[in-house]
């Protein structure tokens, strides 16, 4: 009898882990079947948005290097 206990206690977790775990999947699937289009929109607008700080912020380092570059008096001119 002592020999079924933890059969008996595996079989239930693992019924219980799974029937979790296949309710948390057909959840998080539908979740994202229901605001797919909405989501996209915003995920590529936020990936434009960080595109143009990471433009303005190159330029904004290129600017400053030849601006200190003028102010030290180095020759940054091209070849």
Do not use: C
């Amino acid at each position: 009898m002592m020999d079924l206990i933890p059969l008996v206690f595996f079989a239930f977790k693992a019924l219980v882990l799974g029937t979790g775990m296949f309710v948390a999947i057909k959840w998080h699937y539908d979740q994202e079947k229901k605001y797919r289009s909405k989501e996209m929109r915003s995920v590529l607008l936020t990936g434009v948005k960080v595109a143009a700080v990471f433009v303005l912020a190159a330029l904004g380092i290129v600017s400053a290097t030849f601006a200190l570059g003028g102010w030290l008096n180095l020759d940054l001119a091209l070849p």
